[in-house]
């Protein structure tokens, strides 16, 4: 079983950038694929961006695609998001998880086998 940190989160400028970290233990996230997904107050969560393992594909929701980049590091057994441009209504908690079908980059929820307990981005206007 994998368990799962984010970290990198805090207050941010609008137009600002953070970049978020998703560390993993309990095994290596070699043959794993990894999303982020974010829940704003009063909102449901949203599918961010998400790497999978085969061939380092990657899938970014509409409202992030070309401000936000997620990469993976595998001999650090790390994901990042690097988000830019920051607006506040990017301002949510935002969580990793880990997903077991290696060969696809999902953006439903129902794909992720285990999450990490979030890392709170709050942008100011």
């Known amino acids: 079983q994998v368990q799962l940190i984010e970290s990198g989160g805090g207050l941010v400028q609008a137009g600002g950038s953070l970049r978020l970290s998703c560390a993993a233990s309990g095994r290596t996230l070699n043959r794993l694929s990894v999303g982020w997904f974010r829940q704003a107050p009063g909102k449901e969560r949203e599918f961010v961006a998400a790497?999978?393992?085969?061939?380092?594909?990657?899938y970014y929701a509409d409202s992030v695609r070309g401000l936000y980049t997620i990469s993976r590091n595998n001999a650090e057994n790390t994901v990042y998001l690097q988000m830019n441009s920051l607006k506040p209504e990017d301002t949510a908690r935002y969580y990793c998880a880990v997903d077991n079908n290696y060969a696809r980059a999902s953006g439903y929820e129902h794909d992720y086998d285990y999450w990490g307990p979030g890392t709170q981005v709050t942008v100011s206007s």
């Open positions: 790497i999978a393992w085969s061939a380092g594909m990657t």
